[in-house]
């Protein structure tokens, strides 16, 4: 009988699963500020799971080297998902939605201004080099709104911010011959 990929126990955990179990983490689980964690964009999200976090790998590429080092890339997108409605009837001079999402993504203290250590980019700065992982220099944060369908819900307008991301990681590659 072959390998059977279901079955197996001792399997290398990715980057991006390590990343969503420190924002869980640091966040407070689903009894903390996010009611739902996703590895991998679900698409459809009910309202009764917003606010959420997802963590999609968006590319992964092997430069197979001749020196029995591989590199790997993940770059990966961290989302912060907000219910839009959570602004209507509310001062129309400033989208709370927004200024959260801001929040979220890389508020700074206002003394040393570096990141709060419980923003996610506060969390990727701290925590990325885990396992050997180098990060490339640059990240990149975007803002902007969806029209989500809601699973047995009505389709939800969401505000949300990304961050994009790219990872390395050097994998010794034994036995060959």
């Known amino acids: 009988m072959g390998f059977m990929i279901g079955q197996a126990t001792n399997l290398y955990k990715p980057v991006g699963e390590r990343i969503l179990e420190k924002l869980h983490d640091y966040f407070g689980g689903e009894e903390g500020e996010f009611k739902a964690y996703f590895y991998g964009d679900p698409f459809a999200i009910p309202v009764s799971q917003l606010p959420c976090i997802i963590v999609d790998v968006d590319e992964e590429k092997q430069e197979l080297g001749p020196t029995g ?3 790997i890339t993940t770059t990966l997108v961290i989302k912060v998902v907000l219910n839009k409605r959570d602004d209507y009837g509310g001062d ?5 939605t927004k200024k959260k999402l801001m929040t979220y993504m890389s508020a700074r203290d206002a003394t040393t201004q570096q990141y709060l250590p419980e923003t996610v980019m506060g969390i990727i700065r ?3 080099t885990m ?5 490339n220099l640059t ?10 369908p809601g699973g047995t819900d009505v389709d939800t307008l969401t505000t949300e911010a990304q961050v994009t991301i790219e990872t390395q990681e050097l994998i010794v590659i034994s036995g060959r011959t």
Do not use: P
Not at 92 to 96: E, G, K, R
Not at 131 to 135: F, K, R, S
Not at 139 to 148: Q, T, V
């Open 126 to 128: 701290q925590y990325l």
């Open 69 to 71: 080092m591989d590199r």
């Open 92 to 96: 129309t001079a400033i989208s709370v």
């Open 131 to 135: 396992n050997n992982e180098l990060v």
């Open 139 to 148: 990240s990149d944060i975007k803002y902007g709104m969806l029209l989500r």
